[in-house]
T-cell receptor, first 116, second 113 residues
Framework: EAEVAQSPRYKITEKSQAVAFWCDPISGHATLYWYRQILGQGPELLVQFQDESVVDDSQLPKDRFSAERLKGVDSTLKIQPAELGDSAMYLC??????????????FGQGTRLTVV | GDSVTQMEGPVTLSEEAFLTINCTYTATGYPSLFWYVQYPGEGLQLLLK?????DKGSNKGFEATYRKETTSFHLEKGSVQVSDSAVYFC????????????FGAGTRLFVKA
């Protein structure tokens, strides 16, 4: 069964260091999302791509976060410099979005980031 | 703006009890509605969905009906099992020039044997 792949599963980094997460969506899914999930809360959208273009990054802290999806397939989310408050689960998801019948997002297992 | 509100947890039930987790939404247009489940240490999995008013989504004994008149999508299961212990998220997908999925805060369910 096709799935969204994310790596690493866990990452511990010191504050002020740079950290990067990788995501490979389900083949053929044009839409890719990065969500941040703080413990005990629902996922919060950071950035949404349609193919290689950003369609929504209104909640992305652009002074320290960046995201790219250069060839419209896999994607990288970077944080530089990391802060203690960035500790969270970072979830990648993709969707097919061929009309209203296919808008559900399929999630990877996430990367749990701990900033110390 | 578009939003999802679901009942706060945790919800603690005994095995075979009836489950209801309330979810209401605010959206412009006609959203699709979803329930996702997150087991400990894992990512979110789609549990069920409904794409138009009066649709009923169902899966693994769970069901929810899209109620446009009350803007609700409550999750129900007739007899819960210990293995249903997880966090449940209500979500909507709305077209704002590209589909956006918005999640509720989640409801943690504990089922005791």
């Amino acid at each position: 069964e096709a799935e969204v792949a994310q790596s690493p599963r866990y990452k511990i980094t010191e504050k002020s260091q740079a950290v990067a997460f990788w995501c490979d969506p389900i083949s053929g899914h044009a839409t890719l999302y990065w969500y941040r999930q703080i413990l005990g809360q629902g996922p919060e959208l950071l950035v949404q791509f349609q193919d290689e273009s950003v369609v929504d990054d209104s909640q992305l802290p652009k002074d320290r976060f960046s995201a790219e999806r250069l060839k419209g397939v896999d994607s990288t989310l970077k944080i530089q410099p990391a802060e203690l408050g960035d500790s969270a689960m970072y979830l990648c998801a993709s969707s097919l979005e061929l009309g209203l019948m296919n808008t559900e997002a399929f999630f990877g297992q996430g990367t749990r980031l701990t900033v110390v | 703006g578009d939003s999802v509100t679901q009942m706060e947890g945790p919800v603690t039930l005994s095995e075979e009890a009836f489950l209801t987790i309330n979810c209401t939404y605010t959206a412009t247009g006609y959203p699709s509605l979803f329930w996702y489940v997150q087991y400990p240490g894992e990512g979110l999995q789609l549990l069920l969905k409904a794409t138009k008013a009066d649709d009923k989504g169902s899966n693994k004994g769970f069901e929810a009906t899209y109620r446009k008149e009350t803007t609700s999508f409550h999750l129900e299961k007739g007899s819960v099992q210990v293995s249903d212990s997880a966090v449940y998220f209500c979500a909507l997908s709305v077209n704002t020039g590209g589909f956006k999925t918005i999640f509720g805060a989640g409801t943690r369910l504990f089922v005791k044997a």
